[in-house]
């Protein structure tokens, strides 16, 4: 069962990555009503990966892995479980937004919004990076004060 769980966890992984980086390739160019359309989309199956990964991953710290006594004595663990709800505050912007523009018939996005958008979006991809990171030194038991 554990190693299922470890599939789910990293396939929402990639999932989310895929999608974030799908909502900057969009967000390139001013965005048509079609565009807006995609993009809210896009951003659902970002949420949906965000929100299996965050259950799957809980499940795998309380039940099939190692243990919360034992993740919880990671530094980088409690790291990345901060850094990816950072990430998560930070997507409720773009996410509001997008989902203005799908509602609104003749679109209209002006360059400020359109900047701060992509600068939320490049900001949530680099906390995924480093969410990467910190699951890394996880792995090889870098930070772990227990």
Request: charged share 10%; proline share 3%.
């Amino acid at each position: 069962m554990s190693i299922l769980f470890a599939f789910l966890h990293h396939l929402a992984a990639f999932a989310l990555v895929g999608a974030l980086v799908a909502q900057m390739v969009l967000l390139k160019a001013e965005p048509t009503p079609e565009g807006a359309r995609r993009i809210a989309a896009i951003d659902a199956l970002y949420g949906a990966s965000a929100g299996i990964l965050l259950v799957v991953g809980l499940l795998r710290v309380f039940y099939f892995e190692k243990g919360a006594a034992y993740y919880f004595q990671s530094a980088p663990f409690i790291a990345k479980l901060m850094l990816f709800l950072a990430v998560g505050l930070l997507s409720i912007y773009p996410t509001l937004t997008f989902r203005r523009w799908r509602k609104q018939s003749a679109l209209t996005v002006t360059a400020a919004t359109l900047r701060s958008v992509r600068r939320v979006v490049h900001l949530q991809l680099a906390g995924v990076v480093l969410i990467l990171l910190f699951a890394a030194m996880m792995a090889r038991g870098i930070g772990f004060f227990g």
